[in-house]
């Protein structure tokens, strides 16, 4: 398997990114027999070097299931093999990746190089097994709620954060009615309804990540675990922050169907070689997002970047 940084080089000495990681992605196709799209962002690599970069732009949006529907056009077979590598996003736009995915495969493998987080991970779960390396991740599913700052910029918060902090300064209130005007300032900064938003949210999270473990990891299960899972990765007590990472053996501890990468030696050096050729591809183009099959096939998200 070729480093990250001799496929740079490869690339460097002029062969174009784009031919290198396809190469991979047909040679992944060649070992399995299986149908393989890669699902990817930059966010681990441009987000970090460039702290304002639009969050949507490297999230899950409704916008992706255009690249799906591109990647699975003209593929073959029921299996298909699906690599990830997102920060998560709309759990509403996941489920409309994943009734398409579902309604066109079998079955379906999702494959984390590194990092599946939040709403990635929801749509990781709905897969018949997840395949992770040592070093990989997904993340609690407890869904972000976006908040407007008073200079307009835009950062986000954990719906159950923000719950949390509700029934606080009810129970504050009650014990001493004097901070009622503290409160009362706090959270009219919330648009109307926004608490019940909150709540329909992480209930919809919860019980998609239900159902699609029930229906898929554990269909021929007679013990559905998919209520117990849902309630776990939702739990932002026990996670204490949405990005902190959880790894093979924490994932396989609460029964989900996780495999090691690394016990198939090859499918570990071809699925590494195809991850570190995307992120060569995101280090040396503006691409920030591409949903790519192994015929080349699929959708790609490019954009100005200007560093100061």
Not at 8 to 33: A, C, P
Not at 204 to 215: D, G, K, P, T
Not at 278 to 297: A, S, Y
Request: hydrophobic fraction near 40%; proline fraction near 4%.
């Amino acid at each position: 398997m070729p480093s990250r940084n001799e496929i740079q080089n490869e690339i460097s000495r002029g062969d174009r990114q784009d031919i290198i990681r396809r190469k991979f992605l047909k040679q992944l196709y060649n070992h399995t027999r299986r149908n393989t799209i890669i699902y990817a962002t930059a966010y681990t690599s441009k987000k970090a070097a460039l702290p304002q970069f639009p969050d949507f732009l490297l999230s899950i949006t409704p916008e992706d299931i255009q690249g799906f529907m591109s990647s699975v056009h003209q593929l073959n077979g029921e299996n298909l093999d699906l690599i990830i590598h997102s920060p998560g996003g709309s759990p509403e736009a996941t489920e409309q990746i994943v009734s398409y995915l579902r309604a066109k495969f079998k079955h379906i493998r999702a494959i984390i190089p590194q990092n599946a987080m939040s709403a990635a991970t929801m749509l990781a779960c709905a897969c018949d097994e997840i395949i992770m390396t040592k070093h990989s991740a997904i993340g609690p599913i407890d869904p972000q709620m976006a908040i407007i700052s008073n200079n307009g910029s835009r950062f986000f918060i954990p719906a159950q954060s923000i719950l949390d902090e509700f029934e606080q300064a009810k129970k504050e209130v009650i014990k001493n009615p004097e901070l009622a005007t503290l409160w009362v300032n706090r959270i009219n900064s919330y648009p109307h309804g926004f608490f019940k938003k909150c709540e329909e949210t992480l209930k919809l999270s919860q019980i998609m990540v239900e159902n699609w473990l029930n229906a898929y990891m554990f269909k021929n299960d007679k013990d559905k675990l998919g209520k117990s899972i849902a309630e776990w990765l939702s739990k932002a007590s026990e996670h204490k922050t949405h990005g902190r990472p959880i790894d093979i053996k924490t994932a396989q501890s609460k029964e989900l169907k996780v495999s090691a990468l690394e016990d198939d030696q090859k499918l570990q050096d071809l699925v590494l070689s195809i991850f570190h050729a995307t992120m060569v591809t995101f280090d040396l183009t503006n691409c920030v997002k591409l949903i790519e099959n192994q015929n080349g096939k699929g959708w790609f998200s490019l954009i100005n970047i200007q560093q100061k």
